[in-house]
């Protein structure tokens, strides 16, 4: 889609935490209408993430200053949940866009915010290309902003799991730029996807998420602007809440999965399982070891959903109040809300066929989306190291490591 196209299209302003909640519910209502088809046949979510656009879903975040209703973390948290809800990919692909627009609005000069959140607010979506592979570990860049001599920078390099960009308007991609005495920096460059020399490529092969299209970005000696280069490692130079907003995102979709796969399960047990001979019951939904079962996993669920509010509304506390203890403080609320949603999600996509029985696994049911999904997606930050930091917190008072994944 060229610059010239998307001045024909429009997109609701979103004013409220309210409006941005009943809007996210009436569109999960609808996506998940398709979820099941989506998955089974890789069919691309253009059109959903369209309707996302025109909805003014993706603007919420925006400063009110620049006309957006810059909505609560707790709110933001709970859209995503919905949306996560009805189908997981659809809310995965915006999870960057939400955040580079907050490194516009940490980083970014008067003139950048002005620009891109009005992009925003007419419903242009933003991807990433930040991962690389074949590098030591998931921090470390080979991407590289070059000066040009005519001006502005030249962007080489290869990215991967790049959720979004295919989807997008703009492209930001994480580049290392040498700074005169300090060495390399960390940067984001705002690219537009019609750029010469920036290639998307849709080869996403993962079991689940399947689309996402979390392809491979290549940049070919791609022309950037000086005014669209915005310096990201000044966030982590003080106290940040980019990686639990970040992490908030992620914790909303995994929370979301949980809840979808329950309420699948609760309505297969109900429509189509036969009781289990021995139960004495005329229907699976009466067999009292089946209602037990549920009720351990609504447990689970809930929990889940509990925790991620009260993440929402640590990083709410930060955001506005920002020093290192409040800093801290949102970032192991979010850590803690992570490690129960990556287990509710686990558990309760692995207990769906346990409670719907042997027909639950038919292929074309797609009930095994919620698994694939789920086991997917927790991949993304390994909760294992969430754990350490929380331990460490809570018992010798360590403050967390200022990074975009904590």
Known sequence: MTMADREHEHAHVIR?????????????????????ERDARRILPHAELDELSRSGLLAITVPREHGGADVRADTLAEVYRLLAEADPSIAQIPQSHVVYL???????????????????????RFGNAQSEAHTRHVQDYRTRLRPHRAGGYVLTGEKFYCTGALFAHWVPVLAQLEVPGEGDRLHVAYVPRDAPGLEIVDDW????QRTTASGTVRLNDVRVPAERVVPHHLTFT??????????????????GIAGGALREAAEFVRTKARPWFESGCATAAEDPLLIQRFGELAVVERAARALLAEAGRAVERARHDLTDETAAEASIAVAVAKTAADRAAIEITNALFEVSGTRSSLDGLNLHRHWRNARTHTLHDPVRWKVQHIGRYVLNGTPPPRHGVL
């Open 16 to 36: 409220s935490d309210e409006e941005a909640v009943a809007t996210a519910a009436r569109l999960a209502a609808e996506f998940a209408a398709g979820a099941a």
């Open 102 to 124: 907050r490194v516009l609005a940490q980083q970014g000069d008067a003139e950048q915010r002005k620009f891109f959140f009005a992009e925003a607010l007419a419903g242009r």
């Open 205 to 208: 092969s993962g079991m689940g």
């Open 238 to 255: 003080g106290p940040q809440v980019h990686g639990a907003y970040a992490q908030l995102l992620h914790t909303a979709i995994d929370t």
